[in-house]
């Protein structure tokens, strides 16, 4: 396996493992985007807290040049 789908395939098993684990306050999902053709992968938060919208990216990994960019 080559450097970059074994990065792809590392990051998202990270990503999964936190999008699948409950939200401690509020009515908040957490989703995951993967764009494994572009290397971009991205973990939301979506929902409500009490009477506040929430909406936010709580982290967006890429792989640029052979390298992971947390950005």
């Known amino acids: 396996m080559d450097n970059l789908n ?3 395939d590392i990051i ?3 990503l999964h493992k936190y999008a699948n ?3 401690a306050d509020g ?3 957490e989703y995951l985007i ?5 290397n971009h992968f991205l973990l ?6 009490q009477k506040r919208r929430v909406h936010g ?5 890429q792989i640029i ?3 992971i960019w947390i950005q």
């Open 12 to 14: 998202e098993k990270i």
């Open 65 to 67: 040049n052979g390298k």
């Open 6 to 8: 074994l990065y792809r």
């Open 21 to 23: 684990m409950p939200y």
């Open 57 to 61: 990216c709580i982290t967006h990994i």
């Open 34 to 38: 993967i764009d494994r053709e572009r």
């Open 27 to 29: 009515e908040i999902e």
């Open 44 to 49: 939301l938060d979506v929902g409500w807290q």
